[in-house]
């Protein structure tokens, strides 16, 4: 198994709360990226890296930001939750060369009230 | 608007059985496909992919067939066992990028 470790497993946290949700590697992938899970929507990018301090959005990116300062961890904040962000958020890896696949952490159930 | 669709949310096989789960996407700038297995609970696993200069790829028990003049793309699982029923997540990147696109899942179930 890929070595992808999330963190905190479970949240609950009221509206208006900043989050931080951690994802850490120990892969030294290159490209790390968090998802967002919901009924009926799959799995949708919400922010992405392709390096240290290099990012990009990705579909559903408003109310998120993320930092990435070292290699191994990528860091998803949302800085005043909303209910509408209670979710099963992932993260995911893959290395650099051509068709390299994600890999997938066991995910973070987060829940907004 | 969603790049990648997999119409069918749920299938139900006879254990022993063919199982054929399809995706279908708009895109065509997509160049590398994949599929994903998913357990409650658990992250996406990576079960099988195949690139655009190929119209099958193998591996066990599954194989996936690419179509890209219909943009379509199917996994096979035979014969399905008990152990096969997750939710299913095909796929797609586009040949520029690193960005992937996902599909909302088909859950499989496998009848002993």
């Known amino acids: 198994d890929a070595g992808i470790t999330q963190s905190p497993r479970h949240k609950v946290t009221e509206t208006g709360t900043p989050v931080t949700l951690r994802c850490h590697q120990t892969?030294?992938?290159?490209?790390m990226y968090w998802y967002r899970q919901d009924p009926g929507h799959g799995l949708r990018l919400i922010h992405y890296?392709?390096?240290?301090?290099?990012?990009d959005k990705g579909e559903v990116s408003d109310g998120y930001s993320v930092s990435r300062s070292k290699t191994e961890d990528f860091l998803l904040t949302l800085e005043s939750a909303t209910s509408s962000q209670t979710s099963v958020y992932f993260c995911?890896?893959?290395?650099?060369?051509?068709?390299?696949?994600?890999?997938f952490g066991d995910g973070t159930r987060l829940s907004i009230l | 608007d969603q790049q990648v669709k997999q119409n069918s949310p749920s299938l139900s096989v006879q254990e022993g059985r063919i199982s054929i789960l399809n995706c279908d996407y708009t895109?065509?700038?997509?160049?590398?496909f994949l599929w994903y297995k998913k357990y409650p609970a658990e992250g996406p696993t990576f079960l099988i992919s195949?690139?655009?200069?190929?119209d099958k790829n193998e591996d066990g028990r599954f194989t996936v067939f690419l179509n890209k003049s219909a943009k379509h793309l199917s996994l096979h699982i035979v014969p399905s066992q008990p152990g096969d029923s997750a939710v299913y997540f095909c796929?797609?990147?586009?040949?520029?990028?690193?960005?992937?696109?996902f599909g909302t899942g088909t859950s499989l179930t496998v009848i002993p």
């Open positions: 995911a890896i893959s290395d650099q060369g051509a068709n390299q696949p994600q890999h």
């Open positions: 892969e030294n992938h290159r490209y």
């Open positions: 890296s392709y390096g240290v301090k290099d990012t």
């Open positions: 195949i690139s655009s200069i190929k």
């Open positions: 796929a797609a990147r586009p040949n520029t990028g690193n960005q992937f696109y």
């Open positions: 895109n065509s700038m997509f160049d590398y």
